[in-house]
């Protein structure tokens, strides 16, 4: 190489090039911005000499350039690498013992702590020697952060035995700058060196150059050292960028500087000796580009040498416009040894040596990126793709395919698009690391980041050691499981249980990502723990239960230890409830243990903790009890709660409780989303992050693990009080709702609310044989079980699951009951989807109901004979009819086929259609009967029931398969099959929600004999056991309470019999609202009188002459009145039926009741009134407040006294119903509650009313303000109260308008009610809603019952030939305001305008549709005369050439953007066109100009032109002299018919005398410019005047044509001459104001960079900081200025001018610390001047304190400065008191200056005091003068 250089020296003959030659090469590349536009100018200037030179300079490189085209631009590889290659790198991690280091193309390699330098090691060694540590030595992180950059070289690439390839990297100065010798060492060079050893003065380096010693200076380091932030002083072994500074005696002695502006700013040239063998990777190079390749580019730099530039180092910014011989900067990523290939970057980050690499944001790490387009493929390498967000990213080839053979290279091909995952971030590329494979995409983990405390995780066994047992979790991560945790139990053999491979479930104790490490436990109870895991102290809350493990036992108590390190404290007394003396015999270390927090002191990290679980409440008063519950629980068992879904998780919902603002988290499991099972899955399915979930229930609070269920069963049994709250309540013989908590072959495991769980054996499970447990239930299902048996010992309870034993034995209503809210939750799902609609899927899903005909076309048909259907109405859906459902038609792919929907399987998006004739063939409607009989015929099945289509009507209707909760197995035998048919009862006659009718299967013949139930008897009454009894009515009974229930109270009365006291038959006189049964406490003895018996099966009130009143319950009484004896009150003495009784109240008659429950699935409220009679309260009827009937279950409490109006009988004439707010009648004018049924949009709202009334409200009684979306706040079920505007014929009209409610409050009305057409009158505004658009105009919404007309003329100023665009902009319901033109009352016509002239209001149409005017028609005539006109005009002035130009063929349209352009740029001025010619086809008529962009030239824009038009009265003027053939076309349009000659002669005449006119015209020298092309006629006569240039493009601006504008800016900055700088530069400035205000930041950038190209770059800076600042985008003027201070440090006016900057923005201390840094960077001869302008911008705009103390302490030091001193004087002046200038005044006059300066100083005194003083100060300033020049005189003559 050193020959080569001898024979090719740089830069000429000599090898030191002199002074003069190297400036040249130096100004030419000083290219800052690497902009190669308009450069031809400059180049062309070089002499022919110099480019003689350049020629030769290149002649070494020509064997080099032809071998480019063979260039390799993979990235590099492993492979590639080889000992003794020089690399880049950052570092990635710095941990104990080594670096890791992140090297380009994604590679990494690690740096041992034995690589770091020579003296470093040393310590090291001596370390290791003496075994104690030196006091200077530091840890690695100490000294090395991630980010930083470092010269590193291979030292080995070895493969490890899982072939896996490691890179060992050194960054050892002696090995990475072997290539230098002291004698190549020059000033300017950047190179890595190791700090050695720490002096004085300042630091010795090791720059690995033999015979040299470097020195830095202490202050060359200092801003290095605060940057860093690692410590107050360098440390030995840190690794430096340093630059050297001076080179002593043939460089033995070399002095350098780390200064970060000065590294930065280093660049190498080719004075600095560089060779290809001791070139070193992150220098700074000026290159020229040589070729240009998709793939890279190649450069070359420092003249002599070539690098290339693969497609990943292009920058991203610019990589479209590299050109060749274009002069950028780079920087060297790597050397080979070998080859010599040196590897360049110009991504922006390299190119300041000392700077760091961007970092990828941490959410982004681990994201599934489900679309990236492939850039880039390399066959060696793998491929490079585009993000979504437009970042580039690269996947390395065994990540593009789960194995080698799998990999297709054709999948990716260019523009292909892939699904993958973020992996890694490559810093030295810049990019992300992306895999495609499959399994990692799926990982629920990639790195030790997303692993949490908490979690259960799955691994596989990979190594037992004696500290415990090494899992490998995934790829990357491996966590250790300590001995202690790898059972329940410590293992004294752990290898006899577990084997290397095996796979096993661990839970996470700790993750610390930053150390990598995981800790495991296997422990069982731990790993399915569901209590809160307790992980920081902060969790750790008074009563919360968790499970923890003891670490400690002693004789003070336990310690135990949870998640994270947390531990606590167990004492003593806590550790159970019977004392314990040596707690180390009952506790060993690593048992799993259930505690409860008693107190926390997380601060202190304090827990104390016990083991002493408080017991649960037994079957106390309910009061007690759930205050008790609620110490240590929020939320009790059986709330209501709306939730709001935060997450979706595999085995069901996390949700937030919106009661309490959502900051309680809750679990919704999957099982509990519903009673039917299917439903579950679907609603997992549809729900949504952000859905709300209303009415859901509380079903078990554990502290912070709130469990909750949406089951309606298990909801009602807890809302009846048939739940059992604790063991001692259940009773054999009870029938209670709960859910399956475990299927086992043994039997199963039912749970019930509050916690208790009950076994079913296997041979109690059904009715049927089982054989596997598994066929009849799953675990979730909601079940009825009968209590069979209780072990009071083992508390153990047997359940009885046959259906026979559990049902009421009314199949047709329990299985009808599961259908109807089978369907009822099909509806909300439906619901559901509609709301979202964000998929066509899922609109198509609501809208295919079964029972639609559709047109479709069949795809393809199956071997099987099913066949599949396709078409735009059901995308994203599967389609399919089975063979049966084909009936006889063959049918073929692509034909059209009519079918009918039967089925919609929203969970798989499956939709079953049929063909059959039978089913598609209309027949007349017969009225179905409710109940009644009909045959029908099974034709689908699904999984709750079956569709079945009656024989007479063909109507389909749905059955359900299952009769009970409890039925869900069936034999073969017994299974519904398509075609068969079946008899079934309709118990839905009406069309519906669903598609389908709803009807019940008849029952075939029964084997079982079950009993009927009735409503009245709820399933904990049957828990009263029958004893024969010698009661008989009135007898007096003494007993003991032994439970109180809302309604009523259970007693005692001896061991065996038990009586009920109902809440009515407890005082004489209840007050309303009061709870009678809770008066009573259980155990509390009382004395009651039997009133009535109750049947032990039917529980029908027995009269007492029943012969089964002995074996009845007894009914008893402790009221006052009846225990005196009056046997009126008795029940049931005559024997009557509830019936009768009902019959003896009265409509209106008003009485007592007893809340029993809310029946949320009823909406009604369910009351007693007394033991044998119960009554309804309709929803609408309990309250006319709205907040009541918001949430009314929350307002009434089970067991509340109430009083309530009768209103009548049920249908079924057992129950009463009652009103709470009396009787209401609905009147005109009366304002009642009501509750939104049905939204129908643009029309309006359907509410139901009190007592089953629906009513109407039109979208104009909404509000009295009209809304852009009026119905958006109404949902279906919202209660609202409403005024009953009339009620005729049944019909009900209602307002909810506050002015109707509220008459009284003063609300503004903003649109008032339009009743009739009277209330119109012409010429008045008016609001309302567009109907319709038709083809007679626009239909307009002015009320319910009035419509006005808006003529198209009237709708829009513009000319309109499709009507679609006004239904574009004038859809249905959309909001406007209209004016009234008139009103004819006799035909109820009103006719209305929208014209904004009318309105006020901005046009319909916008303006940016360019349609013409209506108006514009009228000057078309006048036009066409001028084209005449205009056409001679043309034929005398220009040549053919010009014509020819013009006469482009695309050119049809004029606009008067076209008529004022220059004619320079017309490949603009087409494309518009194009674009003009899409966006509206209406305008046909192409001629008529624009009428709303003629004003524009009246605006200013900076430039006062004065335009009267009256200096011309020609139109002709402001017309473009358009082309012949242009010219003729018009002629074509504007001449239908043929001219006489006399005409002809008269038509020459005119024109003659009009382009008289005009030529006159034209000769007026105080015309100003109105046309493109006046100002080019101007331009051309003064081409360097840059107001004419500037007036010109504002010419252009306001008619918005920008383009132009920028065009016509180029076009000046070519023709002013290169002499007029300031010329220029006004044209450059205008150009950043128009980027700026018109461009994007991206634009406004690229003009900039080329201004400061070819300005004063000071000036450019400061005019763009100006425009940021004027336009307040003050955020850029910021960052703008920061830029300026760092390159410009050394301008005062750059200073001043971010001084003045930051006190306009008030940031006042921001100005002061700026003042200290200007004084730093400043030469000291600048310092007082910089100071008193700062004193004097602070004095303008900021704080006069601190500016005077400024002046004084500057005068204090320089009190001879007498420039300061006038300067102080002037602005005191003007802003100071009186007293402080003449203090001023005072001092100056008794400084010791020159006489000179004296006269002038007492002259500026006597002025003031003349102007503001009296005549004895001015006397004063006299006598002083005379003293002073006495005192002079004196002087003088001694």
Sequence with gaps: MASMEENFPRGGTQKKPTEGKTAKPKIEQDNLFDIHHEEKTQKRKRSQGDQGKQKKKFKPDKKNTSKDNAINFEPLTVEALCEGMLLLGCIKEVNEFELVVSLPSGLSGFVPVTQIGDAYSKMLSEQVAEGELPEDLNSLSD???????????????????DGHQSIRLSINPKKVNKGLNASTLTSGMLLSGLVSSVEDHGYLIDIGVSGTNAFLPRQKARSYIKLVKKGPDLKIGQNLNCVIEEVKNKGRIVRLSIDRSEVAASIATERQNWTLSNLLPGLVVKARVQKVTPLGITLSFLSSFTGIVEFMHMDPKKSVSYSPNQVVKACILSIHPISKVVRLTLRQAFL?????????SSDRMGAVVEESTVKVFFKQFGAIFELDDGSLAFARLKHLSKTRKSFKPAAFKTGSKHKCRIIDYSLMDEMCILSLKYQIIEAQFLQ??????????????????????????????????????????????????????????????????????????????????????LSNYEEAKPGLITHGFVVCAREFGCIVKFYNDVKGLVPKNELSSEPISCPEEVFHEGQVVKVMVLKCEPQQERLLLSFRLTSKPGPEHKREHTAKKNQQVKYEIGEMLDVKVLKKKENGLEVSILEDEGKVIASLPTVHLSDSVANCKLLWHCLQEGDVLPRVMCLSDKGDHIILSRKSAVISAVQEEQVVRSFSEIQSGMLLTGYVRNVMPFGVFVEFPFGLTGLAPKMSMSDKFVTDTKDHFVVGQTVIAKVMSIDEEKQRVLLNLKVSECSSGNSAVESFALLSQYFKEMKEIRNLLKRRGESSTAQSLCELMPGKELQLVVQDVKEDGSALFSSSSVTGLTVTATRYHLGDKSIVPGEKAKVLVLHVDALTSMVYVSLREELLKQRAKQRLMENSQHSAIVQHIAEEFAVISLLETGQLAAIPIASHFNDTFRFDSEKLKVGQTVSVTLKTVKGNDHGVLLAVQDPTKKNVFVRIRKESETALEETLPAVKHSLSLGDIVSGTVKSVKPTHVTVAIDDKLTGSIHASRILDEVPIDSFPTYTLKAGQKVTARVIGGRDVNTHRYLPITHPHFTRSIPELSIRPSELEGKVT???????????????????????????????????????????????????????????????????????????ATVTGMDVTETNLCLSLTGIQSLEQGIITVGMVAKVTPHVGLTITLPGGKTGKVSIFHLSDTYAEKPLGDFKIGKIVRCYILSNENGKIQLSLRQSRLNPKSNNKVEDAEITCIKDVKKGQLVRGYVKSVTPSGVFFGLSASLLGRILFQNVSPYFVQKHSLYERYLPEGKLLTAKVLGVNREENHVELSLLPEDTGMPSILPESLGLPRYDAEEEREEREKRDELKKLKTKRRRGSSEIEQETKPKKKKIRLADENDSGIEVYCREEEEDDQEEEESAKKKSKIQKRNEAPRLQISTGFTWDEDMNTVDMP??????????????????????????????????????????????LMDPTRQPQTADDFDRLVLSSPNSSILWLQYMAFHLQATEIEKARAVAERA????????????????????????????????????????????????????????????????????????????????SVWLKYATFL?????????????????????????????SKFAQLEFRLGDPEHAKALFESTLSSYPKRTDIWSIYMDIMIKHGSQKEVRDIFERVIHLSLAPKRMKFFFKRYLDYEKKFGTTESVLAVKTAALEYVEAKSSLAES
């Design 143 to 161: 000294m090395y952060s991630p980010g930083t950059l470092v010269r590193c070289i291979v030292t080995s690439v070895e493969k490890s035995a």
């Design 448 to 533: 030790y980041q997303d692993v949490h405390t908490g979690d259960v995780v799955k691994g596989k066994v990979l190594a037992l050691k004696p500290i415990g047992m090494q899992v490998k979790v995934t790829d990357g991560i491996k966590g250790l499981v300590p001995s202690m945790h790898l059972a329940d139990m410590i293992l004294k053999q752990p290898e006899k249980k577990y084997n290397m491979g095996d796979e096993v479930k661990c839970r996470v104790l700790e993750c610390r990502p930053a150390e990598r490490k995981l800790i495991l436990t296997l422990k069982k109870t731990l790993v399915q723990s569901k209590l809160p895991v």
């Design 1703 to 1731: 006190l306009k923005q008030g940031q006042t201390d921001a100005t002061h610390r700026l003042l200290e840094r200007a004084l730093k960077a400043l030469p000291t001869k600048e310092h007082v001047d910089v100071i």
């Design 352 to 360: 300041h040596p000392g700077g760091s690499p961007n970092q990828l």
């Design 1129 to 1203: 009150t008795m029940l049931n003495h005559k024997g009557e039926n509830a019936l009768k009784k009902c019959g003896l109240y009265k409509v209106g008659q008003t009485v007592t009741c007893f809340v029993k429950k809310y029946n949320t699935l009823k909406n009604w409220l369910e009351v007693e009134v007394a033991p044998d009679i119960r009554g309804r309260v309709p929803h609408l009827l309990l309250s006319l407040s709205t907040k009541v009937l918001k949430h009314p279950e929350k307002n009434f409490k089970n067991g509340q006294a109430l009083s």
């Design 1516 to 1561: 002709v003027l402001s017309q473009k002299e358009s082309s012949e053939s242009e010219d003729e076309e018009e002629d074509l349009q504007s001449k239908p018919k043929k001219q006489t000659k006399k005409e002809k002669e008269l038509e020459k005449e005119k024109m003659e005398k009009e382009l008289c006119k005009l030529e006159a015209a």
């Design 1613 to 1692: 900055l070519k023709t002013i001459s290169f002499r007029e700088e300031q010329e220029k530069l006004n044209v450059w400035v205008a150009l950043l104001n128009l980027e700026n205000m018109y461009g994007t930041e991206e634009t406004l950038m690229k003009v900039f960079e080329r201004a400061v190209q070819y300005n004063e770059p000071l000036k450019v800076f400061q005019h763009l900081c100006d425009i940021y600042a004027n336009s307040e985008k003050y955020k850029q003027a910021e960052e703008l200025y920061h830029t300026m201070l760092k390159r410009f440090r050394q301008e005062k």
